[in-house]
């Protein structure tokens, strides 16, 4: 029997939305500080918008200057008696906050995708998963501080400010809440304006992990809040998460006060092609290293270098796969790319990338019907970039990829280091030797070999130059939030 071939298969996916009805939201969030939600002091409540919808999804409460002071008078009286206690039931507070995480994971992934407009499939595999993993990590490390930092004895800082970004809510404050504790700090943490419902929801974790009150305390609100918290006397330390700017205005404000700042902030970093890689696992890297969270991550592979004899190939193999991305509603599960944050942040990324065609670069941006309510923006390649070009130099922070090539290994090197910023790179190829000598000579934070995007709680993360300072994960994650004593 003769089968006629089939030249082609058009996949089609049915709608596949994550359900909201087991969501128990409440319609008003006050602040948490001393282990209760409560009443800003000046009654300011404002909305959070959904992103794919612009529709509101409740009111949160947003801190004021009285409010901070408070929060910080409470987080310093907690702090002498969570750092006296064992360091065996600081970490079993942890542990059990990690646990809590699991059991509510589903709750908090369909939340962070409402508040942030990011695909389901990823605050469910990615940002919740991972935000869990840290408080397990660093629960483990509460009774073993002093191997961390090369067997010295070591105490708490004290009182420890926390200021994240929109991007990864959850796991931002994981990165930021599990070490402090863990230490044996104190922490006060400010959500980001735009998406502070599910550090909101660990504050009802907290309380359900029965954590002293005062040991952490979540403040929403702008800049201005985060702002008051870095200018407020109090505090031992800040730890950062944002953009360079607002880095850069931290690090002017905290200078000669005696306080400890770590810095986690931009990126544009290197995603880079050798012509002996696997190219077709070489674009699946791409994609997600630069569409993955609609490309708002810091260390985005938003600089992809290819060698010049695989470049075209490269580009076309690109092209085709980018036109297979699923671009819509955050919640249904077949879903790759989701909303754009805000509608500032839509038009930051809608600025660079005019500024790209202007230049003369060459722009592509994939044809698909975009929802004609929330924030959207297609995925979309620039080849014909020059290393002068704003959209080489500049953190686009959207699923804009710059493509850059180059004839050998050095001119890599050279290209992929010609940035101000340092955080993160890729390499792609077959040769190891080659990956670990481009790896060497790169300076980024973190360098992945035929692979991106790729994160765990025990590796560290941070950046050189005007990426920050500081590092995240693992031991080296621990040293930001202790001194030693002897
Ligand atoms: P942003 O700097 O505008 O805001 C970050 C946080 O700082 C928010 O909570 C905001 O309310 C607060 N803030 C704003 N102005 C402030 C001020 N004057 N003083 C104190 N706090 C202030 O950044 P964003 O647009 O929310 O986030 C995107 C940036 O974050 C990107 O540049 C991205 O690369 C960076 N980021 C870095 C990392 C990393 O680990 N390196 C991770 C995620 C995001």
């Given at each position: 029997?003769?089968?006629?071939?089939?030249?082609?298969?058009?996949?089609?996916?049915?709608?596949?939305?994550?359900?909201?009805d087991?969501?128990?939201?409440?319609?008003?969030?006050?602040?948490?500080?001393?282990?209760?939600?409560?009443?800003?002091a000046?009654?300011?409540?404002?909305?959070?918008?959904?992103?794919?919808?612009?529709?509101?999804?409740?009111?949160?409460?947003?801190?004021?200057?009285?409010?901070?002071?408070?929060?910080?008078?409470t987080?310093?009286?907690?702090?002498?008696?969570?750092?006296?206690?064992?360091?065996?039931?600081?970490?079993?507070?942890l542990?059990?906050?990690?646990?809590?995480?699991?059991?509510?994971?589903?709750?908090?992934?369909?939340?962070?995708?409402?508040?942030?407009?990011?695909?389901l499939?990823?605050?469910?595999?990615?940002?919740?998963?991972?935000?869990?993993?840290?408080?397990?990590?660093?629960?483990?490390?509460?009774?073993?501080?002093?191997?961390?930092?090369?067997?010295?004895?070591?105490a708490?800082?004290?009182?420890?400010?926390?200021?994240?970004?929109?991007?990864?809510?959850?796991?931002?404050?994981?990165?930021?809440?599990?070490?402090?504790?863990?230490?044996?700090?104190?922490?006060?943490?400010?959500?980001?304006?735009?998406?502070?419902?599910t550090?909101?929801?660990?504050?009802?974790?907290?309380?359900?992990?029965?954590?002293?009150?005062?040991?952490?305390?979540?403040?929403?609100?702008?800049g201005?809040?985060?702002?008051?918290?870095?200018?407020?006397?109090?505090?031992?330390?800040?730890?950062?998460?944002?953009?360079?700017?607002?880095?850069?205005?931290?690090?002017?404000?905290?200078?000669?006060?005696?306080?400890?700042?770590?810095?986690?902030?931009?990126?544009?970093?290197?995603?880079?092609?050798f012509?002996?890689?696997?190219?077709?696992?070489?674009?699946?890297?791409?994609?997600?290293?630069?569409?993955?969270?609609?490309?708002?991550?810091?260390?985005?592979?938003?600089?992809?270098?290819?060698?010049?004899?695989?470049?075209?190939?490269?580009?076309?193999?690109?092209?085709?796969?980018?036109?297979?991305?699923?671009?819509?509603?955050?919640?249904?599960?077949n879903?790759?790319?989701?909303?754009?944050?805000?509608?500032?942040?839509?038009?930051?990324?809608?600025?660079?990338?005019?500024?790209?065609?202007?230049?003369?670069?060459?722009?592509?941006?994939?044809?698909?019907?975009?929802p004609e309510?929330?924030?959207?923006?297609?995925?979309?390649?620039?080849?014909?970039?020059?290393?002068?070009?704003?959209?080489?130099?500049?953190?686009?922070?959207?699923?804009?990829?710059?493509?850059?090539?180059?004839?050998?290994?050095?001119?890599?090197?050279?290209?992929?280091?010609?940035?101000?910023?340092?955080?993160?790179?890729?390499?792609?190829?077959?040769?190891?030797?080659?990956?670990?000598?481009?790896?060497?000579?790169?300076?980024?934070?973190?360098?992945?070999?035929?692979?991106?995007?790729?994160?765990?709680?025990?590796?560290?993360?941070?950046?050189?130059?005007?990426?920050?300072?500081?590092?995240?994960?693992?031991?080296?994650?621990?040293?930001?939030?202790?001194?030693?004593?002897?």
């Open positions: 029997m003769s089968v006629e071939p089939r030249a082609s298969i058009v996949w089609d996916y049915a709608p596949s939305p994550e359900a909201t087991h969501l128990r939201l409440s319609e008003r969030y006050g602040l948490f500080i001393d282990g209760a939600f409560c009443e800003p000046q009654a300011r409540y404002e909305p959070t918008i959904n992103p794919a919808t612009e529709e509101t999804i409740t009111e949160v409460a947003w801190a004021g200057p009285q409010d901070v002071q408070r929060a910080i008078e987080a310093r009286a907690a702090q002498p008696r969570w750092a006296a206690l064992p360091d065996r039931e600081r970490g079993k507070y542990f059990r906050i990690a646990r809590l995480i699991q059991e509510r994971a589903r709750e908090l992934a369909v939340v962070e995708t409402l508040d942030g407009g990011k695909p499939r990823e605050s469910r595999d990615v940002d919740i998963p991972l935000a869990a993993a840290h408080f397990f990590h660093y629960a483990g490390w509460a009774d073993k501080l002093r191997y961390g930092m090369v067997a010295r004895d070591v708490a800082l004290g009182v420890v400010g926390q200021i994240v970004p929109w991007n990864f809510p959850l796991l931002m404050a994981a990165w930021k809440l599990a070490p402090a504790l863990a230490c044996g700090n104190t922490a006060i943490l400010k959500p980001a304006e735009t998406t502070p419902l550090a909101l929801l660990l504050a009802e974790i907290c309380q359900e992990a029965e954590l002293p009150a005062g040991v952490v305390s979540i403040l929403p609100g702008d201005a809040v985060g702002a008051a918290l870095v200018r407020s006397p109090g505090l031992d330390k800040i730890a950062f998460t944002g953009s360079t700017a607002v880095g850069r205005e931290i690090q002017t404000e905290l200078a000669g006060r005696g306080v400890e700042l770590t810095l986690e902030l931009g990126g544009k970093s290197a995603n880079i092609v012509e002996d890689a696997a190219l077709d696992q070489a674009v699946e890297g791409i994609v997600n290293g630069i569409f993955f969270n609609q490309g708002h991550v810091c260390c985005a592979g938003s600089r992809l270098l290819i060698q010049e004899s695989v470049h075209d190939e490269l580009i076309a193999k690109l092209w085709t796969r980018m036109g297979r991305l699923r671009i819509g509603d955050p919640l249904d599960k879903t790759d790319v989701g909303a754009i944050n805000s509608a500032e942040q839509l038009e930051r990324i809608e600025t660079l990338v005019a500024a790209g065609e202007e230049e003369g670069a060459t722009r592509r941006s994939v044809a698909c019907s975009l309510r929330g924030y959207w923006f297609a995925p979309t390649l620039f080849t014909e970039v020059s290393p002068a070009h704003r959209i080489a130099e500049e953190e686009i922070f959207g699923p804009v990829v710059s493509v850059l090539s180059f004839r050998t290994q050095a001119e890599a090197i050279e290209k992929a280091n010609n940035s101000r910023y340092g955080l993160a790179a890729g390499i792609w190829t077959d040769k190891g030797a080659k990956a670990f000598e481009v790896a060497a000579a790169l300076r980024a934070g973190v360098v992945w070999q035929n692979t991106y995007n790729h994160f765990d709680p025990t590796a560290a993360f941070g950046g050189y130059k005007e990426s920050g300072f500081g590092r995240e994960g693992g031991s080296a994650g621990l040293r930001p939030y202790l001194k030693v004593v002897r």
